[in-house]
């Protein structure tokens, strides 16, 4: 079974300032990763995934996230946030080769307020 | 511009009512899936579906039915609505594989008085 952990449910940042958000995952098989953002009041979208190559993926809106298989982590960053980045942000994993299975097991999310 | 939309947007419905969330999506998309959203849970998985006539249960489909006669739309039902169902309700749709992107309609948002 897979498993995934959002490290901090609150990130609070000013404007302007570097942000991480930490996602680690548990698997004994390989997996594909994804980041979805939520803003406010909306459905989520797709940020990011890694599938397969090079370990740094790059996204929409300036983010990007580094897969590292020996930490098991896929931590997403971003080297200027903007007000505009205040949402919510979810880290997920699916497993490769796992039969039929289509179905992408969450975190709890990460709120990210960037405030001026 | 294919789409995925939701309706209602907001509900309000008294304890034991059964209420019906819709789910129509134009990606002609295999798969579809609906989701919860509580503070504290994140999202929570309640019924899938892989194709027509497909249907499968996910981590909290105690309370709740769907039914897929076909490839665009997935209602979601409450048979009997109790107060632990206020929520807000997402659909999601994805194409073929598990590496394919889900898309997200706006959201439902449900109060169960």
């Known amino acids: 079974a897979q498993s995934v952990t959002q490290l901090d449910s609150q990130v609070p940042v000013f404007e302007e300032a570097p942000v991480e958000l930490r996602c680690n995952y548990s698997s004994s098989v390989s997996v594909y990763l994804f980041w979805y953002v939520q803003y406010p009041n909306q459905g989520l979208q797709l940020l990011l995934k890694?599938?397969?190559?090079s370990t740094l993926v790059k996204g929409i809106n300036g983010f990007e996230a580094e897969f590292n298989k020996s930490q098991t982590s896929f931590h997403l960053r971003k080297p200027s946030v903007h007000i505009s980045d205040t949402a919510e942000y979810f880290c997920a994993v699916a497993p490769i080769n796992a039969g039929n299975n289509r179905k992408l097991i969450w975190g709890l999310g990460t709120s990210l307020a960037v405030n001026p | 511009d294919a789409e995925i939309t939701q309706s209602p947007r907001h509900k309000i419905t008294e304890t034991g009512r059964q209420v019906t969330l819709a789910c129509h999506q134009t990606?002609?998309?295999?798969?579809m899936f609906w989701y919860r959203q509580d503070l504290g849970h994140g999202l929570r998985l309640i019924h899938y579906s892989y194709g027509v006539q497909d249907t499968n249960k996910g981590e909290v489909s105690d309370g709740y039915s769907v039914s897929r006669s076909n490839t665009e739309d997935l209602p979601l039902t409450l048979e009997s609505a109790a107060s632990s169902q206020t929520s807000v309700y997402f659909c999601a749709s994805s194409d073929a594989g598990v590496a394919d992107t889900q898309y997200f309609g706006p959201g439902t948002r449900l109060t169960v008085l």
């Open positions: 890694y599938l397969s190559g």
């Open positions: 990606w002609n998309h295999n798969n």
